[in-house]
Structure formats: C-alpha cells, structure tokens
C-alpha cells in the first residue's frame, strides 16, 4: 500500500502565501511525475504544477509566476509554495503521482496516486 499524505492548506488572506507538502510512503521504487491538482466547489480537478524526475516543471497559465513547485526524490516529497495569493486559487489541493511499488507479492505495479486533499481557503 501507498500513500500519499498532504499537509499546509489553510485560510489566507488576498496576496498571501501558503506552502503545501505532500509525502509518499510505502514499498516505494520509484516515482515518476509528481505533482497538485486542485478542484473548487462545481468544477473539474484541473492540474497546478507538476514536475518530473529530472527537474522539468509545468504550471497551470494561472498560477505562473506566483507558484513553485520543488521536489525530493530520495525523500519522495513535494511542495507547492504558493505566493500572491488570490480569491479564486480556493480550491481543495490534491497531491498526486505516478508511482512504480512492490505489490503484496512482491510484483512491480504502476498506478497513479492521489492524496486526500487539503482545503486552501483565500478570503479576506
């Protein structure tokens, strides 16, 4: 079994910052991409950064410039610090990512994974 287990959301005002955390435990191997999603109340879970092994990033039009994603592979964690804060980043915050594991029997499997999400609330 996997997990993947976030932490850092909250409730900020306009303009500023919070930083999410994502850990992933378990009969890791490996993990390929590695990043957030969120999904506000009505909408579909749209994707806000990811970032692969060898240090590639990609944000979300809305969220360059303000966003930063940063990863350790050997502790299998990743953050998204998030400055500049607006009303309209209120979302849940999924953290997600492809993992290779040891299965109970000792088998390789590949599966995506997905956090519980954290609530990040921006209001004034």
């Known amino acids: 079994q996997v997990d993947l287990v976030e932490s850092g959301g909250g409730l900020v005002q306009p303009g500023g910052s919070l930083r999410l955390s994502c850990v992933a435990s378990g009969r890791i191997l490996r993990i390929d991409d590695m990043g957030w999603y969120r999904q506000a109340p009505g909408t579909e879970r749209d994707l806000v950064a990811t970032?692969?092994?060898?240090?590639?990033?990609n944000y979300a039009d809305s969220v360059k410039g303000r966003f930063t994603i940063s990863r350790d592979i050997a502790e299998n964690t990743v953050s998204l610090q998030m400055d500049s804060l607006k009303p309209e980043d209120t979302a849940v915050y999924y953290c997600?990512?492809?993992?290779?594991?040891?299965?109970?029997?000792?088998?390789?499997?590949?599966?995506?994974?997905w956090g519980q999400g954290t609530q990040v609330t921006v209001s004034s």
């Open positions: 970032t692969t092994r060898n240090g590639n990033t």
């Open positions: 997600h990512a492809n993992i290779l594991a040891i299965g109970a029997t000792d088998e390789y499997i590949a599966f995506e994974s």
